[in-house]
């Protein structure tokens, strides 16, 4: 058993529907006891210091504690190619991310990008992610047996692709069907392992492999679907051809029995109401993108309407390498600016709520992860608000004592944060 004392920020409730004094649980001198990786006991150093006066305390002093990020989408092959200049999303997969990922046929070569990835998430405060892979079925393997090394809760899955690619990252579907099954009896509750069924989009799959993509979801209804929806206007327009059937692009995937829980959908920019309407019912979960929505200009996400009108689960993603960083914090920071777009405005609770407990819900996973609760994986990330000398200047006075404090320091730790707020990450208790 041991036990960290700091001051400690998570949430107990949905701040876009009660409250937000309501959803916050902040306690500015709290003790998290852990034991056997798993969250024994919380809450404020005082009441807790006697029970456990035998165990080890760890102090974080001066700084915020919160349970780790989540960010439930983003590509670990594309980490070398962030950055990649000048085009929107068809050219830009064309021109950069293809040849990019066509390298992971080579299984040491993906452990290496792999491991370095993972490394990048932890450097990032982040702790659990979904992520795409390749065609590869080596490439999946190298991300899960490096997340196990870490012993990260990682959810992952085998890129499907048929057509509409070059000829290297295109698979036979019955293939590909055959590799997946083999990939989710072997990964999918192994450790902290989880298997998602990774669609690349509609425009790469044909009816054959969806419809194989909706077989596997049938005979293992708890694994993940990981696509990407409705993110580019030529994206769309060539859906549409290519699915003369279907009613809009949402239909595509209903049609093969790919939306419903554990469902992940990137992006869904250009949806209508109709299709929000279904998502929710569904209880499918959006992965909002914003530092890659506006990096290829794909257009800006309404976060209002799909969360507070529709009640549809919203997560957090940086989608690298669209996407421009591994930092949730910097990922929040262009959640804010897209959000100031539209005349709305994403307070710094909602902002973190996203990227934990709200994210640890989009993607049923709030048992295990997202707060402090009694039984839950220790998985947390220890905030420096005070990190850089323009930090320390706009977060002047120590913790702070209520939560009108705690907000404009959060929120200025959002803008201004980045790797450098990061002091620690903890997985299952243990400093990374
Ligand atoms: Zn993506």
Partial sequence: ????????????????????????RYIPDGLLVIDQGKVKDFGTFETLQEKYAGVAIASHEGKLILPGFIDIHVHYPQAEMIAAYGEQLLAWLNKYTFPTEKKFHDKDYARQIASFFLDELLRNGTTTAVVLTTIFPSSVDALFEEAQRRNMRIVAGQMLMTRNAPDFLINDAQTAYTQTREQIQKWHGNGRSLYAITPRFAITSTDEELTLAGKLKAEFPDVYVHTHLSENPQEIEFTAKLFPNSTDYLNVYEQFGLVGDRSIFAHCIHLDESAFERLSKAGAAIAFCP?????????????????????????????????????????????????????ESLSPFKAFYLATLGAAQAIYLEDKLGSFDIGKEADFVVLDMQATPLMALRNRGGIPQDLETLAEQIFATMILGDDRAIAATYIAGECM
């Fill in 1 to 24: 058993m041991k036990a960290i004392r700091a001051a400690f920020l998570d949430f107990v409730g949905d701040p876009f529907f009660v409250p937000e004094s309501e959803s916050v």
């Fill in 291 to 343: 530092t890659s929505n506006l990096f290829l200009g794909s257009g800006l996400f309404k976060l209002g309407k799909a969360k507070s009108d529709y009640g549809i689960k919203v997560g957090l993603a940086t989608d690298v390498g669209a996407g421009t960083s591994f930092s949730m914090l910097q990922t929040m920071s262009d959640g804010y600016k897209v959000a100031q777009l539209q005349a």
